[in-house]
């Protein structure tokens, strides 16, 4: 006997609701698109801009908010002051933009602010790191690479699996590797070419009608674009944590995608009476369930990351709380009725109800 925390039967028209998400959605990336636009972009850190870490370890009790406002005065520009542990570790992370100036430069500064803030407390710098503008960008270049390829892969893998078309998937590529060629032969900047890229593999699947990848990528943008967007608009830092983070949430949304797809898939296969927007909604009602209570529990699980895992792991945390949100939104309001929206009108029944037609007409 199986539980269920919302009754399989229910008949919600999420179908009937597309175009509302679909402006809900539309609206959340375009407030996050202008607070990027205003900000001049993402707020890099480190790993990203370049710039110094030290990790210091205090042997008498130290508050964070006195260690933050002894190191204010060094004006070290983008500078941040992380406690890594429980309050009574004493360690703290700091952490500065700079790449004028050497790691020896910034730990003399820092060591001068702390003698004098903390005479008689003794403390020591048990880790010091540089990260160079160089190296940042093509980390920078990197994580975007990583997030693209995922995202190709998968668009890949559903248009084999859901439509049984591994020839148009390899069309894609093959379209895909001529797009990024010309990119390269013109000597686009590499961040460039990652969004030319992904651009190039929304238009293939457009135009080769992959409907089931359009959808699951479009999902997949739609919840990276919007936890950016909310990123962006709280001020927080991109480094490679969140980047991390933004995998895992691609990861965990496309799990959800496709549970729904393969009930569609399922359904389609019964060969029933049913247009495609009632098997699409009969598939997210059957399956909301599941969803939810999958979402629920990862959220609650992450949710006391984010209280009592630490600032290190803080902003870690709350993009997995954002995108287990909109991932979810995204698995019932964007990623099936994407696949509705872009099947023509007269493709919406199923091959017996297409037979059944056929049968009338000649009677």
């Known amino acids: 006997m199986s539980f269920h925390f919302i009754k399989p039967d229910t008949k919600i028209d999420f179908i009937g609701l597309r175009f509302y998400a679909f402006a809900l959605s539309a609206l959340m990336i375009v407030i996050g698109l202008v607070s990027l636009g205003m900000k001049g972009g993402p707020r890099y850190g480190i790993d990203f801009a370049g710039g110094v870490i030290i990790q210091a370890k205090f042997e008498a009790p130290t508050k964070l908010d006195d260690l933050k406002k002894s190191l204010e005065a060094t004006n070290l520009p983008g500078l941040v002051v992380q406690q890594m542990g429980q309050d009574k570790d004493n360690d703290f992370l700091i952490r500065t933009s700079t790449t004028d100036e050497t790691s020896d430069a910034v730990q003399k500064t820092v060591t001068a602010a702390l003698n004098k803030d903390f005479a008689g407390t ?81 238009v293939l699947c457009f135009v080769l009608k992959l409907n089931y ?79 939810t209570l999958t979402s629920g529990l990862a959220f609650l699980s992450v949710l006391s990351l984010y209280i009592f895992g630490g600032q290190v792991i803080h902003d870690f945390a709350l993009a997995m709380l954002i995108g287990i949100v909109v991932g979810t939104f995204s698995s019932i309001y964007v990623a099936a009725p994407v696949i509705a929206t872009l099947t023509p009108p007269e493709d919406h029944g199923t091959p017996q109800t297409g037979a059944i037609k056929t049968a009338k007409a000649k009677a």
């Not at 098997?279 to 909301?288: A, C, H, K």
């Open 213 to 291: 990848a359009l959808g699951a990528i479009a999902a997949l943008i739609h919840d990276v674009m919007v936890t950016v967007g909310i990123f962006s608009i709280m001020n927080k830092e991109f480094d490679l944590t969140i980047i991390a983070a933004l995998l895992t949430l691609i990861g965990f949304s496309l799990n959800d995608t496709i549970i729904v797809y393969d009930r569609i898939r399922e359904i389609r296969g019964q060969r029933t009476d049913e247009t495609l927007n009632q098997i699409i909604n009969r598939s997210v009602n059957q399956t909301l369930s599941r969803t």
């Open 122 to 202: 003794k403390y020591a710098f048990k880790r010091i790191e540089m990260v160079g503008p160089k190296v940042g960008e093509d980390l920078r270049g990197k994580a975007l690479e990583a997030m693209y390829y995922a995202i190709l892969l998968i668009a890949i893998y559903i248009s084999g699996r859901f439509e049984h078309r591994w020839m148009a998937a390899g069309l894609m590529a093959a379209g895909l590797f001529a797009g990024m060629t010309a990119l390269q032969y013109i000597n686009a900047p590499q961040i460039w070419l990652v969004f030319g890229a992904l651009a190039i593999t929304l």
